[in-house]
């Protein structure tokens, strides 16, 4: 089964440091998401993006984020100038349409980043 | 913001007994719900959906049954196994802005002991 996949799996970054965090959403899938779950907190979202820009964004995504797909297979987050905060668990998901309880999201097995 | 709560962090059954999973909401624009479920170190996996028209949807094992009088959901799992281990998140769909965003809620951790 198609699978969306995140890389790297850990990131370790200093604080106030750029990174960068890399998705491969499923082959056919339209509609591309980053999500982000602080430790012991609920999965939030942070933003959609399709046909080449943001849909949506969440008060989260601020001026520091940014995504891009810099070509036909990655998504990418990136974070300018990272926080103590911004430790946490970021999730990439893909879904094939807009929405449909048929067509979820699915979702990758994310990036733990840890900000010194 | 508080819009999905899973009031069970979690839960303990035995194998072969029935797992009842408990989610409630405070919006009545969400327009399908569904339920993940989470192995650490991995991503959420889906497992069933409802629409926000229906009151039960079966696949297999998994029921979810839809109140919406209430505000309320629930996923049934008849009969729980070991493998059935895990964190299992409720979400909900919004559409807001032309698009459409997942709120989670915190999740129950079931243990299914053998």
């Known amino acids: 089964e198609p699978e969306v996949t995140q890389t790297p799996s850990h990131q370790v970054t200093q604080m106030g440091q750029e990174v960068i965090l890399r998705c491969v959403p499923i082959?056919?899938?339209?509609?591309f998401y980053w999500y982000r779950q602080i430790l012991g907190q609920k999965v939030e979202f942070l933003v959609s993006?399709?046909?080449?820009?943001?849909?949506?964004k969440s008060e989260i995504f601020d001026d520091q984020f940014s995504v891009e797909r810099p070509d036909g297979s990655n998504f990418t987050l990136k974070i300018r100038s990272t926080k103590l905060e911004d430790s946490a668990m970021y999730f990439c998901?893909?879904?094939?349409?807009?929405?449909?309880?048929?067509?979820?999201?699915?979702f990758g097995d994310g990036t733990r980043l840890s900000i010194l | 913001d508080q819009q999905v709560k899973q009031n069970s962090p979690s839960l303990s059954v035995q194998e072969g007994r029935i797992s009842i999973l408990n989610c409630d909401y405070t919006?009545?624009?969400?327009?399908?719900f569904l339920w993940y479920k989470k192995y650490p170190a991995e991503g959420p996996t889906f497992l069933i959906s409802?629409?926000?028209?229906?009151d039960k949807n079966e696949d297999g094992r998994f029921t979810v049954f839809l109140n919406k009088s209430a505000k309320h959901l629930s996923l049934h799992i008849v009969p729980s196994q070991p493998g059935d281990s895990a964190v299992y998140f409720c979400?909900?769909?919004?559409?807001?802005?032309?698009?459409?965003?997942?709120?989670f809620g915190t999740g129950t951790r079931l243990k299914v002991l053998a």
């Open positions: 998901a893909s879904s094939e349409m807009r929405s449909s309880p048929n067509q979820p999201q699915h």
């Open positions: 082959s056919n899938h339209l509609y």
């Open positions: 993006f399709y046909n080449n820009e943001i849909s949506e």
């Open positions: 919006n009545s624009m969400f327009d399908y």
């Open positions: 409802i629409s926000s028209i229906k």
């Open positions: 979400a909900a769909s919004l559409h807001t802005s032309g698009t459409y965003k997942y709120i």
